[in-house]
Structure formats: structure tokens, C-alpha cells
């Protein structure tokens, strides 16, 4: 895995870290269950397809080779559909107005 894959992984899973131990006074509630519980999942699923794009990842769009294994042999775009999955939970909880 080369170094921007591995730090645009990394990142994520360090972010999640740090806002777990920053809300941990919170009341744990069903509905905080299960976003904990999706968001961290889609940030595991995120990482493992990253991880088996391999050398292929880079940060602005190149086509270097097709890769054809693992998860990207069932879906087209695995990165894209884990951050889906995760991003919504996240912002389901905020308590904060969009502007």
C-alpha cells in the first residue's frame, strides 16, 4: 500500500478514535448505539477496500490498473459506498444547525 492510501485510511479511523473518547460523557442511547455501530463499520469497510486497491489508490483520479478482487470484484465502487454508509450516521446526530 502506498503512503497516501495509507494515511487517507489511517485518518479517518484516528478521527472516529478521538471523537469517541471526546463524547464518552455522553448518555449511551439506542440511537447512539447504532451510529457508533454503522460508523464504524463503514470506516472498517473503507479501510479494507482501500487496503485491497493496493498500489492502484492515489489521491487525484488516475486509471492505473483495474483491480478485479476482493470487494471490488462485487462492487464497482466499494470507497464510495462505505462512505456512504458511514457519513450519514455521523451527521444524523449533530446538534448543531447547517448554515
Request: glycine share 4%; net charge positive.
Amino acid at each position: 500500500m502506498n503512503r497516501s492510501a495509507f494515511i487517507t485510511t489511517l485518518v479517518p479511523a484516528i478521527a472516529i478514535a478521538y471523537l469517541l473518547v471526546k463524547f464518552s460523557e455522553l448518555p449511551w442511547t439506542a440511537l447512539r448505539t447504532v451510529v457508533l455501530l454503522l460508523t464504524v463499520a463503514g470506516i472498517a469497510a473503507v479501510a479494507i477496500a482501500r487496503y485491497q486497491l493496493g498500489n492502484c489508490f492515489t489521491l487525484s483520479p488516475q486509471a492505473r490498473t483495474l483491480v478485479t478482487h476482493g470487494l471490488y470484484s462485487k462492487i464497482r465502487n466499494p470507497v464510495y459506498m462505505f462512505s456512504a454508509i458511514a457519513s450519514p450516521p455521523c451527521s444524523s446526530t449533530s446538534t448543531a444547525p447547517f448554515i
